[in-house]
């Protein structure tokens, strides 16, 4: 029975804690434009360009792969090529 009702209290307790936050934050913030932005200040431009290197560092990858993939079907096209011609001279 206590664990019961200490559910309901912290259930409860987050319930009306969550009201009052959002209260709060409603006149505090009233007419002020709030404005959430991660990449504004100095640490902002280091969180930009580690992102910027990040992504580039992702790109050159992936066309590396790309690159990669398309020379081994070129090989893998050219045996097959030469496996079909030899068999077409062992049979003729």
Do not use: C, Q, W
Request: no cysteine; aromatic share 6%; proline share 1%.
């Amino acid at each position: 029975m206590k664990s019961n009702r200490l559910i309901v209290g912290l259930l409860a307790g987050t319930a009306v804690l969550s009201v009052l936050g959002i209260v709060y934050l409603e006149l505090n913030t009233k007419g002020k434009g709030y404005e959430f932005n991660p990449l504004k200040g100095k640490s902002g431009k280091k969180l930009k360009s580690k992102l910027d290197r990040f992504l580039g560092l992702a790109d050159d990858k992936i066309n590396s792969v790309k690159k990669e993939a398309g020379e081994f079907i070129e090989t893998r096209k050219a045996r097959n090529n030469e496996t079909i011609a030899k068999v077409k001279d062992a049979v003729m």
